[in-house]
């Protein structure tokens, strides 16, 4: 990672939208995007207790990539391809890489 680069990024996006992602103009372009909407998803799809069905968490996955505003609506279906083509061992490993990202690396940050 480049951070020079990032933090040039970072000091033009604060030139631009002073006040970070609190700015007017952010909050109006979150709206857009159903930020609030796919956070509460995302939370109670990804919650450390749905992890015992590793198949869910993929087609959880699968819900919130094709709904997101933010993914490339030519890569949507090529990710929703990919999952229905994984086999259970496959699902079980990708679910496994997401709980060790989204609940274990947190917890040793906490410490």
Avoid at 50 to 73: A, N
Avoid at 74 to 89: I, T, Y
Wanted: charged share 30%; glycine share 2%.
């Amino acid at each position: 990672m480049n951070i020079t680069k990032l933090k040039e990024a970072e000091e033009r996006f604060f030139m631009r939208y002073p006040g970070g992602f609190s700015n007017p103009l952010m909050l109006e372009i979150a709206k857009k995007h159903k930020v609030e909407k796919m956070n509460k998803l995302a939370q109670d799809s990804f919650a450390i207790e749905q992890f015992e069905s590793p198949s869910k968490i993929v087609d959880s996955m699968s819900k919130i990539v094709s709904r997101s505003s933010m993914v490339s609506l030519f890569e949507k279906p090529k990710f929703r391809d990919l999952v229905k083509a994984m086999s259970d061992n496959e699902k079980e490993r990708l679910s496994h890489g997401l709980k060790e990202f989204l609940h274990v690396i947190k917890c040793l940050a906490l410490n």
